[in-house]
């Protein structure tokens, strides 16, 4: 079963933050981000595993609460190389990856 | 550059035509992966293989073929597509250890039309 995200889509000025959430109804290992701009292959962000840990990405850091079996990206102070389409991806020890339907950013100047 | 190539970029083609996807991984990793993309929808997992032997049918119609010769080259067979089968066709690769999986690299997608 696919993962949740919301929100579908946001617009941001630079320096703006955004969160993006992630909920999936089954017990989750990991959960993955990516982005993908238009007309290219979605490129990975990050991996969260099970235990809640938090991790950074430039200025993009995600959390991972297995008990709720959710996940957040934050965008922080915003540029606008971020705009793009966040995908996350849920793992349940099946070695594959749940989908979620995207979250369209877009950043202005 | 991602390590993941895909050909053709885009593919026109008939319904009644035969045609195939090419994907190759230079990362050395374990497992592929063909997924679609289609506009407004999350990306559907259509095929996994895991140290070439496919591990997943996700329920794809028989009018899509994989094969997998080796650990670095994955194809996808066409043949009397639908017009619904217009999409893009992404193939991932990533290497398969212990408990967890690890990242997976897209290659750009063959963006494919059906007439």
């Known amino acids: 079963q696919q993962p949740v995200q919301s929100p579908q889509a946001v617009i941001l000025r630079e320096g703006e933050d955004a969160v993006i959430n992630c909920s999936s109804s089954?017990?989750?290992?990991?959960v993955h981000w990516y982005r993908q701009k238009h007309g290219e292959a979605p490129v990975f962000l990050m991996i969260?595993?099970?235990?809640?840990e938090q991790k950074g990405h430039e200025k993009i850091s995600a959390s991972f609460n297995e008990k709720k079996q959710q996940s957040s990206l934050y965008l922080t102070a915003s540029q606008l190389s971020y705009s793009g389409t966040y995908f996350c991806?849920?793992?349940?020890?099946?070695?594959?990856?749940?989908f979620g339907a995207g979250t369209t950013v877009t950043v202005r100047a | 550059e991602t390590g993941v190539t895909q050909t053709p970029r885009h593919l026109v083609m008939g319904m009644t035509n035969k045609k195939s996807l090419k994907c190759e991984q230079h990362?050395?990793?374990?497992?592929m992966y063909w997924y679609k993309q289609s506009a407004k929808k999350p990306l559907e997992l259509m095929f996994v293989?895991?140290?070439?032997?496919?591990?997943e049918n996700n329920s794809v119609p028989s009018r899509f073929s994989p094969e997998c010769p080796n650990s670095s080259h994955l194809f996808l067979h066409l043949h009397t597509l639908q017009p619904e089968d217009s999409a893009l066709y992404l193939c991932?690769?990533?290497?398969?250890?212990?408990?967890?999986?690890?990242?997976?690299?897209f290659g750009d997608g063959t963006r494919l039309s059906i007439l």
């Open positions: 089954k017990a989750l290992y990991s």
């Open positions: 990362l050395g990793h374990n497992a």
């Open positions: 991932a690769s990533s290497q398969v250890t212990g408990g967890f999986n690890q990242p997976q690299h």
């Open positions: 991806g849920t793992e349940s020890g099946d070695y594959k990856l749940s």
């Open positions: 293989y895991n140290f070439k032997e496919q591990t």
């Open positions: 969260l595993l099970k235990g809640g």
